[in-house]
């Protein structure tokens, strides 16, 4: 099958399982363990932030980075389709006691207006205190969007300016590295704290990390052990990331490559709506509406032919390209498509 549901499904290679089997490993909760310590320094180090927590997952992220900056009660600008308000399961609501304020960007990208509106102090008595925002890069549902910089740079100084601190959730913050070539650290330096997921398609089992000034990490590794998300001898988790932060990056380009010609593919497909232009990283979204099919109806016709893609909506679709679909795959992945939306008319 080439499966294409999300840059989860990713295995660790040969070489990365080699790497975890042989890890320096130690109890991680006590901090003793090397390898962990030493994916931490290299997440700071990327991202120019003074420390670095590993956790267990991005969704652990995105929940220890908004606990971090927030009181119960106060409440959070994102944007209305961010995986915390999407895919979170409420934990935001939960274990940190938000309210979110929605507000609805462009392919996931909104402006420094729209933040300065929603941060309206009102009175100070009626209103609850709004003191996070929170921006997605790339914006997954926003289909892999990639926040141009300026206007990042425009929502962080009006954040600062209006007293908010900002949390990027950079699941898949290095695809938008690779995509511009503009670094890491440059993309982060603006915001208080982020986080990258090494799960996706850096192709490793398990793990994201998150950074931040020592003060807010300190903070952070305190709500880490509060939620549970501290470890023992996760180094064998680390070795993974370590290897991937030093061998899968660059490599991003190819599923870059990979989710461009699928969406020029597509595009040519009858019935199927996209704007190949759209499609700036590795998320693919597309519409099936004018091929008379719903998005599951499509896309249990296409696992028949060996392809699995998300229905994400009525007529929606969403395919993610990854370190184990090669151009091959995605040449026989349009074939496919073509046999299903064809088949029907
Ligand atoms: C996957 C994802 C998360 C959650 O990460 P997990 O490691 O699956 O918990 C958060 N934000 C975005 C944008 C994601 O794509």
């Given at each position: 099958m080439i499966d294409l549901i999300s840059d989860t499904v990713t295995r660790p290679t040969p070489a990365m399982r080699r790497v975890m089997a042989e890890a320096e490993v130690g109890d991680e909760q006590?901090?003793?363990?090397?390898?962990?310590?030493?994916?931490?320094?290299?997440?700071?180090?990327?991202?120019?932030?003074?420390?670095?927590?590993?956790?267990?997952?991005?969704?652990?992220?995105?929940?220890?980075?908004?606990?971090?900056?927030?009181?119960?009660?106060?409440?959070?600008?994102?944007?209305?389709?961010?995986?915390?308000?999407?895919?979170e399961a409420g934990g935001p609501g939960l274990v940190c006691g938000v309210l979110t304020y929605l507000v609805d960007g462009v392919r996931g990208v909104f402006t420094a207006e729209q933040v300065e509106a929603?941060?309206?102090?009102?009175?100070?008595?009626?209103?609850?205190?709004?003191?996070?925002?929170?921006?997605?890069?790339?914006?997954?549902?926003?289909?892999?969007?990639?926040?141009?910089?300026e206007t990042l740079q425009a929502v962080c100084a009006?954040?600062?300016?209006?007293?908010?601190?900002?949390?990027?959730?950079?699941?898949?913050?290095?695809?938008?590295v690779v995509a511009t070539g503009l670094p890491a650290a440059t993309w982060c330096r603006s915001v208080d704290t982020v986080w990258i997921?090494?799960?996706?398609?850096?192709?490793?089992?398990?793990?994201?990390?998150?950074?931040?000034?020592?003060?807010?990490?300190?903070?952070?590794?305190?709500?880490?052990?509060?939620?549970g998300g501290a470890m023992r001898q996760a180094g064998i988790l680390a070795a993974a990331g370590i290897y991937a932060l030093q061998h899968h990056v660059e490599r991003l380009a190819e599923d870059h490559a990979n989710a461009r010609l699928l969406a020029e593919g597509l595009a040519?497909?009858?019935?199927?709506?996209?704007?190949?232009?759209?499609?700036?990283?590795?998320?693919?979204?597309?519409?099936?509406q004018n091929t008379?099919?719903?998005?599951?109806?499509?896309?249990?016709?296409?696992?028949?032919?060996?392809?699995?893609?998300?229905?994400?909506?009525?007529?929606?679709?969403?395919?993610?390209?990854?370190l184990d679909v090669t151009r091959q795959d995605i040449e026989r992945a349009i074939q496919a498509v073509r046999r299903v939306v064809l088949g029907r008319r």
């Open positions: 006590l901090g003793e363990d090397p390898s962990v310590n030493r994916l931490q320094e290299m997440v700071a180090e990327l991202t120019g932030k003074e420390a670095a927590l590993f956790l267990p997952s991005g969704t652990m992220c995105n929940l220890v980075g908004i606990k971090v900056h927030t009181q119960p009660g106060d409440r959070i600008i994102i944007e209305r389709t961010a995986h915390p308000v999407t895919s929603a941060a309206d102090p009102g009175d100070g008595v009626h209103t609850p205190p709004t003191t996070l925002v929170c921006i997605e890069n790339t914006h997954n549902r926003g289909g892999g969007k990639i926040w141009p910089i009006t954040a600062h300016r209006l007293g908010l601190k900002v949390h990027m959730d950079g699941a898949r913050l290095l695809n938008a997921d090494l799960s996706k398609g850096l192709g490793c089992p398990v793990g994201a990390v998150l950074a931040g000034d020592d003060e807010t990490m300190r903070l952070a590794r305190r709500y880490k052990q509060m939620f040519e497909t009858p019935g199927i709506g996209l704007d190949p232009a759209e499609v700036e990283t590795n998320i693919v979204f597309f519409d099936v008379g099919m719903t998005a599951a109806a499509f896309t249990e016709a296409l696992l028949a032919e060996g392809v699995r893609m998300g229905a994400v909506g009525r007529y929606r679709v969403r395919a993610v390209t990854h």
